[in-house]
């Protein structure tokens, strides 16, 4: 099984790719285009590439809570995603919302944030601090792809009920 597993930033992309359970790739990608259509199409056109030249039939995203997050990051949360859905689809690839909170936090004993990148480069041999291929200020999220990608190809995620989310949308429209 081969996974892509794609960081949350919406601005560019971060990813990290597991072949079985090695990884095998990691990166980020910013968009050259500013204007939101264009940047659709780039990263629906990067997503799917990474898809076809890597054969992945996963792809995982780090499940969030939405009501829980200002609004306008999700709007844009939730564009980005539904654009990767649509690559998934046009690809025949699953797609997955994963939450690995539990196993970011074993890895890290106490969940700081900050030992993210220093416990990825001593696990998988990396210096993802001077990575010159890698934006700066990335190395935390590339940190993170890698973390879920491992959660998932380990089989180290157990399931939790979640609470589906209703949108009464009745509220929007009060006199």
């Known amino acids: 099984m081969n996974y892509l597993s794609i960081g949350n930033p919406t601005d560019k992309i971060s990813y990290a790719i597991f072949e079985d359970s090695k990884l095998r790739a990691y990166g980020d990608y910013q968009f050259k285009s500013t204007d939101e259509i264009n940047k659709a199409m780039e990263l629906e056109r990067s997503i799917m590439g990474l898809i076809l030249n890597y054969k992945i039939d996963f792809v995982l995203v780090k499940w969030l809570d939405y009501l829980r997050l200002k609004r306008s990051l ?46 990825i480069n001593k696990a998988y041999d990396l210096n993802l601090k001077n990575d010159i291929n890698l934006m700066k200020g990335n190395q935390e999220t590339i940190a993170d792809c890698i973390m879920l990608g491992e959660a998932m190809a380990h089989n180290r995620i157990t399931s939790k009920p979640r609470q589906p989310i209703v949108y009464k949308w009745q509220n929007d429209f009060r006199d």
Request: aromatic residues 14%; positive net charge; contains cysteine.
């Open 74 to 119: 999700a709007l844009d949360l939730v564009s980005f995603r539904s654009i990767i859905r649509l690559a998934c689809g046009k690809t025949n690839t699953i797609y997955l919302e994963v939450d690995n909170y539990g196993w970011s936090k074993y890895l890290l004993e106490k969940n700081k944030s900050k030992y993210k990148v220093d416990v």
